[in-house]
Nanobody, 116 residues
Framework: QVQLVESGGGLVQAGGSLRLSCVASGTMFRLNDLGWYRQAPGKQRELVAGITSAGVPNYADSVKGRSTISRDYGKRTVYLQMNSLKAEDTAVYYC??????????WGQGTQVTVSS
């Protein structure tokens, strides 16, 4: 059974930093693409950053230069380091795992609140 458990969210002042973590259970982790998404109240869920099974990252324009996605194959964990946080970064952040067969799994989400 595949599970994703996010952590690291919280309340932070504008300009601050947070590091989100997502631990994945199940097998074949190193073959899966991973991603961080977020959903603010009243808005659609959007991609923040993704990382392929080979470790190639991509970022939304809104976080490019302020965020870094990384993965630890041994710990089966994907991280999202966010710096220079802004009020508009406030959202629930979700971890997504896409298997080789194309199936998607989502975590339960972690709240990030940036106070201005």
């Amino acid at each position: 059974q595949v599970q994703l458990v996010e952590s690291g969210g919280g309340l932070v002042q504008a300009g601050g930093s947070l590091r989100l973590s997502c631990v994945a259970s199940g097998t074949m982790f190193r073959l899966n693409d991973l991603g961080w998404y977020r959903q603010a109240p009243g808005k659609q869920r959007e991609l923040v950053a993704g990382i392929t099974s080979a470790g190639v990252p991509n970022y939304a324009d809104s976080v490019k230069g302020r965020s870094t996605i990384s993965r630890d194959y041994g710990k089966r964990t994907v991280y999202l380091q966010m710096n220079s946080l802004k009020a508009e970064d406030t959202a629930v952040y979700y971890c997504r795992r896409t298997t080789v067969s194309g199936r998607d799994y989502w975590g339960q989400g972690t709240q990030v609140t940036v106070s201005s």
